[in-house]
């Protein structure tokens, strides 16, 4: 069964250090999105995207995050110069469509900031 | 008011019980619902979804919207304990389930053997 995939399952990064996180979406999927998780709280939006840009985003996804389909298969989050309140659950996902079609959810990445 | 409420629980029952998961929501724009389970440390997982006010069955599950209400529900039938997960609800306003998405903060159930 396809999946989206994400690596790693965990990182650790010293607070002001820039951080990719990485993401295989399933491969005919043409949707794309990521979404956090503070531990305790909501699965938060934060941007999805599409044809190589951007569509939307949450006022969460505020300068400090980017995202990137550097090569066809992989789509990274970047966070530029983390702080402790990024410490966070980060999904991956994707969906065949935009339009009455299920989103398929990573196992996600946990970030640790310190 | 949040846009989307839910009762973190945690809830625990028999085996075998009927479970009701329920969220009340503010934003009228809502017409897309969707019930997600997420075990520990995994990925949400969608369960259901629903276009507008009805009802949608799926074996043991039952999906309900009352949009006159703003109420959402999720009915489990003779539950299992491989039931026992944290449920998720989740609307959009975009007839899409793809786009972005509010999630109720999740009820934590567990079903006893």
């Known amino acids: 069964e396809p999946e989206v995939t994400q690596t790693p399952s965990h990182q650790v990064t010293q607070m002001g250090q820039e951080v990719i996180l990485r993401c295989v979406p399933i491969?005919?999927?043409?949707?794309f999105y990521w979404y956090r998780q503070i531990l305790g709280q909501k699965v938060e939006f934060l941007v999805s995207?599409?044809?190589?840009?951007?569509?939307?985003k949450s006022e969460i996804f505020d300068d400090q995050f980017s995202v990137e389909r550097p090569d066809g298969s992989n789509f990274t989050l970047k966070i530029r110069s983390t702080k402790l309140e990024d410490s966070a659950m980060y999904f991956c996902a994707s969906s065949a469509a935009k339009v009455n079609t299920e989103a398929f959810f990573g196992q996600g990445t946990r970030l640790t900031v310190v | 008011q949040k846009e989307v409420e839910q009762d973190p629980g945690p809830l625990s029952v028999p085996e075998g019980a009927i479970v009701s998961l329920n969220c009340t929501y503010s934003n009228s724009a809502f017409q897309y619902f969707m019930w997600y389970r997420q075990y520990s440390r995994k990925g949400p997982e969608l369960l259901m979804y629903?276009?507008?006010?009805g009802n949608k069955e799926d074996g043991r599950f039952t999906a309900q919207v009352d949009k006159s209400s703003k109420y959402i529900s999720l009915f489990i039938r003779d539950s299992q304990p491989s039931d026992s997960a944290t449920y998720l609800c989740a609307m959009s306003a975009s007839w899409s389930s793809a786009s972005k998405i509010i999630f109720g903060s999740g009820t934590r159930l567990s079903i006893r053997p």
């Open positions: 491969s005919n999927h043409l949707y």
């Open positions: 629903t276009y507008s006010s």
């Open positions: 995207f599409y044809n190589n840009e951007i569509s939307e």
